[in-house]
């Protein structure tokens, strides 16, 4: 049988997605940590997995793919024949991939960013990634005003792809405390079957 190898960083929102989905899939597969302080993303062996220097990367046999949300792509077709998680009805696959931009956008800018400056140092303007992360947060906040997940009626790509930084938004200095119905959204994540939490970080977390 094909080990599948997840090459990612524990403190990592985009590793958790792919760690995350493989877990809710009921995919065994090896995770193989990464020592970004180190600079190991940026040695030849790794480049030559993806030669941007970024986690996470997971191996599947022969096939190497990179990016976060590329990875959940290829899980969802390759494993999930119900077609759950990534729907192929077009209106539907559609509201999935807005999803998965926003989580590359402006969760990225957002409250990734936030936390990124608290948790890792990064030389990023905090006050301007706070910013877009609550103008994100009110935004979500309405859209799950009688929504239990972001699209459709059960989970999908869209919410493993937001989840991680969303939740960890406290340690970017991003209060979640005025925003219940992305707490509770959150919290349905959470008490999915297979689940698997990221790692936390002491930074924040009274927020």
Request: hydrophobic letters at 50%; glycine letters at 6%.
């Amino acid at each position: 049988m094909t080990t599948i190898k997840l090459h990612r960083h524990a403190l990592s929102g985009h590793s958790h997605r792919a760690q995350l989905l493989l877990s809710l899939l009921g995919i065994d597969a090896t995770l193989v940590d990464v020592d970004l302080a180190a600079g190991e993303h940026k040695q030849a062996e790794f480049l030559a997995k993806n030669a941007l220097g970024q986690v996470p990367v997971l191996e599947d046999g022969d096939t190497v793919i990179a990016d976060s949300n590329a990875i959940l792509v290829y899980l969802a077709e390759r494993y999930d024949t119900s077609h759950t998680w990534l729907p192929t009805e077009p209106l539907a696959a559609a509201q999935v991939q807005r999803f998965l931009s926003i989580a590359a956008g402006q969760v990225a800018s957002g409250p990734a960013s936030a936390r990124l400056v608290n948790v890792f140092g990064a030389a990023l303007d905090h006050q301007r990634a706070m910013t877009v992360a609550h103008n994100l947060l009110e935004v979500l906040e309405s859209h799950l005003i009688e929504r239990e997940w972001l699209v459709g009626s059960h989970p999908t790509l869209a919410d493993v792809a937001n989840y991680a930084y969303i939740a960890h938004a406290p340690e970017g200095d991003v209060s979640l405390a005025n925003y219940p119905n992305v707490r509770a959204w959150l919290a349905r994540i959470a008490a999915l079957p297979g689940f698997v939490p990221m790692q936390a970080t002491a930074v924040g977390l009274a927020a």
